[in-house]
């Protein structure tokens, strides 16, 4: 084997055990910061009541202590959202780079595995052609020749001459083949061990990413429920302080009304933005960009952020008349198992289709979905932007076959949904 070879199998080797130490120690981070507690969340015990509110505006000492109450209640519930919404940010930064670290690792083991073929197919073409080349030498340089030498005189000393001279070079030949054979298949049998190592460390990869990924789920779903905790008692919360500092007399139907007014005027203007379903194939699959053409396609690339030369594992798709909060589509029916932040992915969905089968969109504006949600085939899921690593607005989508990136487009091709 070349020194070049050995040299480029080196660097492959060492690239893979630089990604699984830097997952590794990003496992270790996140175990060690886990368990890190956040603000003391508030239990439906510890909201005021109407009746209290009415019954503190009979004292001024009550009064004021209902107000600070109430005042401490609004900050922790802030800041439980902020605290909630920074470790979903960061478990989302975690995940992603540990998925990219995999699905890059994935495609040089593959490549691995596909050079290691063609070096023993090489190897096995080469050891064939010697085996010929020694069976004719050993034909031409049998019997006769011997014969001649023995008995043949100054009658055949030419052709003697010519017989070995170019028995000679047939010699030369076969050991050249041999050579090659050999170092082919030496190069064959490096490879295959450098392939089984990036096989097995796949698997630590993997077993991180799907960590993280439960992590940054845990932790998105800590968000969500610090954001919705927020959502139900901030506005009650700030009609009772209003109450308290202004001496305003005001009951609880009164601010059911307008709860009632608001949630009313939310359900009209969410059924008049609904989109239409694009279409579906035959096969319960539809194009999550409808209508949109590709920017770039899957395979190794120089990402245009951060410069480096990692698999894009998926397609990124545009619409020539502007991207920006278009709607993104559910490409089958299934159960949302990520909605969040995900690092250079941005706002990221990620459904569970079943059989091993799932997809992502990333670079979301705004997500319309949650962790947990059934979808159905068609049903708008997200807006398109440029959140993450992104260099302008476009759908990033992907599926993943067990967890791996293959490439969307033979794939959805195969379900009946063709990209541009």
Not at 69 to 87: F, K, P, T, W, Y
Not at 360 to 379: E, I, K, P, T
């Amino acid at each position: 084997m070349s020194s070049t070879r050995h040299v480029r199998i080196r660097t492959r080797s060492r690239r893979i055990r630089d990604r699984i130490a830097t997952v590794v120690a990003t496992v270790a981070l996140v175990a060690a910061t886990a368990f890190v507690a956040g603000p003391a969340p508030a239990y439906a015990d510890d909201y005021p009541t109407w009746d209290d509110v009415k019954n503190a505006q009979a004292n001024e000492t009550a009064k004021n202590d209902e107000v600070t109450r109430i005042q401490g209640l609004i900050s922790s519930m802030n800041a439980e959202v902020v605290a909630a919404q920074d470790l979903a940010f960061q478990r989302g930064e975690e995940y992603h780079a540990a998925q990219e670290q995999y699905d890059t690792a994935n495609f040089v083991a593959g490549q691995l595995d596909a050079q290691a073929a063609e070096a023993s197919t090489k190897a096995d073409a080469s050891n064939r052609q010697a085996g010929q080349l020694a069976a004719q030498l050993s034909r031409s340089g049998g019997n006769d020749l011997t014969l001649n030498l023995l008995v043949g005189g100054e009658r055949v000393s030419t052709d003697l001459l010519y017989q070995l001279s170019a028995m000679s070079k047939l010699a030369e030949k076969t050991s050249q083949i041999y050579a090659k054979a050999e170092q082919d298949s030496n190069t064959a049998t490096a490879l295959t061990a450098q392939a089984t190592i990036a096989r097995d460390e796949l698997k630590t990869l993997a077993d991180a990413a799907q960590a993280l990924r439960d992590e940054a789920v845990a932790a998105q779903q800590q968000a969500e429920a610090a954001l919705q905790e927020q959502q139900d008692h901030q506005v009650e919360l700030s009609a009772q302080l209003q109450v308290l500092q202004e001496n305003r007399v005001a009951t609880e139907a009164d601010y059911q009304k307008g709860v009632d007014a608001r949630a009313e005027a939310a359900r009209a203007a969410a059924a008049a933005g609904l989109s239409t379903l694009p279409y579906i194939a035959a096969s319960g699959w539809a194009s999550p960009f409808p209508g949109a053409y590709s920017s770039d396609e899957y395979g190794m690339r120089v990402n245009p952020v951060s410069g480096a030369y990692l698999l894009h594992s998926g397609i990124d798709l545009v619409y020539s008349g502007g991207t920006c909060g278009a709607t993104v589509y559910a490409a089958a029916e299934g159960i949302v198992n990520f909605a969040g932040w995900n690092g250079g992915y941005g706002n990221f969905i990620q459904i569970n289709h079943g059989g091993g089968i799932a997809t992502a969109y990333g670079h979301n504006s705004r997500l319309l979905v949650a962790n947990g949600d059934y979808v159905q085939v068609g049903q708008p899921i997200s807006l398109a932007g440029t959140t993450g690593n992104s260099t302008g607005c476009h759908l990033h989508f992907e599926v993943r076959q067990n967890g791996t990136a293959v490439n969307p487009r033979p794939f959805m091709a195969d379900q009946g949904v063709d990209f541009g």
